[in-house]
């Protein structure tokens, strides 16, 4: 691909904690390696962006504060940097990057995630889907977003799946952190579960130890479930 001015507008990034924060400051960085990446987002993250990507801030809460100001933002920012790309790092941003794609005729991308499509929020369902099928291309973060696109009425010709990926090769282990956090919460000679993400009803987590749990501690005693998360107060 030759060398593109993209235009990133989201509310998820670090400081906020979650995945979809890890993984869109990974996607500005990465793209910002060989391309000319804008950024939107919450004034928050200004300090830990990407250092190629140029940041642009406006306030974190109340939400509807955030979205009327990145609205007017990217259109200012598409009136004068000329992007050829406009790049939702959610679904929430979605009706900003693809409304002001159609008026100054580029390219709309959307990347969805689970919490993206599978709401129920009648107000989202209503006003965000319709528009999340209007962008010319949307990414889905895994097979079970992908489904859940089409059930909402996406084409599916509109959708790829990228998964989040990883670094590699990973980082040495720290030996004495393993065997201080094993000690601390007496996890010796235990076979390890681990969960790791935000403490919600779509997770599961409760169904898991009700139905699946017993089974496995059952078949292998010395089994112990570490969840690792805290309830989403950004989402």
């Known amino acids: 691909m030759s ?18 924060e890890r ?25 830990i962006a990407p250092s190629k990507a140029k940041f642009y801030g406006v306030t ?23 992007p050829d790309i406009l790049f939702a790092g959610s679904g929430l941003t979605a009706p900003i990057t693809v409304f002001w794609a159609k008026l100054f005729r580029k390219k709309s991308l959307v990347y969805i995630h689970g919490l993206d499509i599978g709401t129920n929020n009648i107000v989202y369902n209503l006003v965000w889907i319709p528009i999340i099928r209007m962008a010319d291309k949307i990414i889905a ?41 094993k000690t601390q919460f007496k996890l010796e000679n235990k076979k390890v579960l681990i969960s790791v993400g935000r403490l919600t009803a779509r ?24 969840i690792i998360g805290d309830t989403p107060s950004q989402s």
């Open 23 to 47: 993984l869109n400051w990974h996607i500005a960085d990465e793209l910002s390696k060989d391309h000319d990446v804008l950024l939107i987002s919450h004034t928050k993250a200004r300090t």
């Open 60 to 82: 974190l809460d109340p939400l509807p504060i955030f979205l009327i100001l990145a609205f007017i933002k990217t259109f200012w920012i598409c009136l004068t940097q000329r």
């Open 141 to 181: 973060n895994s097979t079970s977003t992908f489904d859940i696109c089409v059930q909402k009425g996406v084409y599916q010709n509109k959708i790829e799946i990228i998964h989040p990926g990883v670094s590699f090769p990973a980082p040495e282990k720290n030996q004495y952190l393993i065997s201080s956090l």
């Open 3 to 20: 060398k593109k001015k993209i235009l990133i507008v989201t509310r998820n990034l670090p400081p906020l904690i979650g995945g979809m």
């Open 203 to 226: 997770k599961a987590i409760r169904e898991f130890v009700e139905n699946s749990l017993p089974t496995i501690i059952q078949s292998c005693p010395d089994t112990i479930l570490v």
